[in-house]
């Protein structure tokens, strides 16, 4: 059957004898009150050996005991996972106040990352001025740079604005 026809079915496919449900309550309620039928049976399919029941408790303790005792061990499994546990954060904690005793000082830096810090930061002058004493600001003014002429106009040729110092 294709799928374009699914939609096209009006019905069910199934069907029931005329008048069936109208009759259905009452062939229900007929057979239960049918009791002689009920009553005449006997038994009800199942056999069982006789005394049975008599002689089944005295059965069930013979296998009882017939069976071995187990050693029961036990094992004190929290009391050992908190040990354990113990021991291995008392590890740790020696490991980590050891191994990292170490303080990092300036002289552990390189140049180029204090570089790329304050380039990416756009750290201004003024605030690294501000980090410096007037001593230290002195010693840096009183330098000697050998800056030549050429170095400084070629310097401002490549990264000045020649409007921004014309304003300036």
């Known amino acids: 059957m294709k799928k374009s026809n699914l939609n096209k ?17 009452e062939q229900v309620l007929g057979k239960i009150h049918d009791k002689p039928k009920l009553d005449a049976i006997e038994t009800s399919g199942f056999k069982k050996p006789e005394n049975y029941f008599d002689s089944l408790e005295e059965r069930i303790a013979q296998k009882l005991s017939n069976q071995k005792e187990t050693k029961v061990i036990t094992l004190n499994a929290k009391r050992t996972l908190v040990y354990l546990s113990g021991i291995a954060a008392a590890i740790l904690v020696l490991f980590n ?11 552990d830096l390189e140049t180029e990352t204090v570089e790329n810090y304050l380039l990416d930061e756009s750290i201004t002058s003024y605030e690294i001025a501000g980090l410096l004493s007037d001593e230290q600001i002195e010693e840096v003014i009183i330098l000697d740079h050998n800056l030549s002429e050429d170095h400084i106009e070629t310097y401002l040729l490549d990264n000045a604005d020649i409007e921004t110092l014309m304003i300036e």
């Open 97 to 107: 106040l050891a191994i990292f005793d170490s303080k990092p000082s300036f002289d």
């Open 9 to 25: 079915i009006k019905s069910t496919g199934f069907k029931l004898p005329d008048d069936y449900l109208d009759s259905f309550e």
